[in-house]
């Protein structure tokens, strides 16, 4: 039977966030979910559940101004904001199994958000999983919107600028983007401090894979047209101990496809790889 609990914590700074737990009789590892832009943890509950099945006591938590979370929607002050609060919630579900093994996992800006943190922060985890970081994208700013970004951004931080996502970009399966676009916690824009300090932080993270120091499974859909598959690539290329999956026709949400449970049973084996002692094959393209 698995234990399912929700409830609000302070992050960093105050922050009030909130939590979803999914908890199996006897874990065998701790999973930390990061999600993306604009969701929030609720519409991970399938996912959790699959892995929670199968041993794993998996935590997901709201960024600020993000799903049932304090603070402004779809701001960050500074794209560290996110980095703190990850420290709190990691050693959060550290302190419920300390020995147990511990992954984080981050999808889209929770993929960044989790690179950047590895990146400059060298967290002490056992592994890391990531799906379609926004590490490059085709509809980046140009410089000059950057520039008047960073204008506006000095004045009126918390104004409101475009960035909803196209929900058709997700997933090619019709349930999930009739339920994206009907979700009343989904937020389709952003404000001017985030929109700055997320470019912002693509481009300091994005060439850094090389300073990785931790087991780092990356995982991309090849037709995903909101963040650059071939920037994932180059990022696990570079990266010590990497394994890179390409996904062939999947859009951006690989955990929300027809095709899912495929992608739940790659991290699965990597996972138990780790456990094992055994190195994955370095730089692997292809589904496993």
Request: net charge negative.
């Amino acid at each position: 039977m698995i234990r399912r609990s929700e409830a609000h914590f302070d992050g960093a700074a105050g922050r009030r966030l909130f939590e979803r737990r999914w908890e199996p009789p006897t874990p065998e590892r701790s999973l930390v979910f990061v999600h993306g832009y604009a969701e929030h943890s609720g519409r991970y509950e399938h996912v959790a559940a699959w892995f929670a099945a199968r041993g794993a006591a998996v935590h997901a938590f709201d960024h600020q101004g993000h799903g049932h979370s304090s603070g402004v929607r779809c701001h960050v002050r500074r794209f560290g904001d996110f980095l703190d609060d990850l420290d709190v919630v990691v050693e959060r579900a550290r302190s419920l199994a300390p020995d147990l093994p511990l992954y984080v996992v981050g999808h889209s800006m929770g993929g960044l958000i989790v690179c950047n943190w590895a990146v400059e922060r060298a967290p002490n985890v056992d592994g890391l999983v990531i799906s379609a970081p926004a590490l490059g994208a085709d509809q980046a700013p140009s410089g000059l919107r950057m520039a008047a970004l960073r204008a506006l951004r000095r004045v009126w931080p918390t104004g409101f600028a475009g960035g909803g996502l196209d929900a058709e970009a997700l997933s090619r399966d019709p349930a999930v983007v009739k339920a994206y676009l009907e979700d009343p916690l989904i937020v389709l824009r952003m404000t001017f401090s985030l929109g700055v300090e997320l470019f912002g932080a693509l481009g300091r993270t994005a060439p850094r894979g090389g300073d990785v120091g931790l087991p780092l499974l990356m995982l991309h859909g090849d037709a995903d047209p909101l963040c650059s598959p071939a920037a994932s690539e180059a990022f696990a290329r570079a990266a010590p101990d990497a394994r890179y999956v390409s996904y062939p026709g999947l859009r951006h949400e690989i955990f929300n496809e027809p095709e899912q449970e495929q992608v739940f049973e790659d991290v699965q084996s990597w996972i138990r790889e780790r456990e094992q002692g055994l190195d994955p094959q370095r730089g692997a393209t292809g589904a496993a």
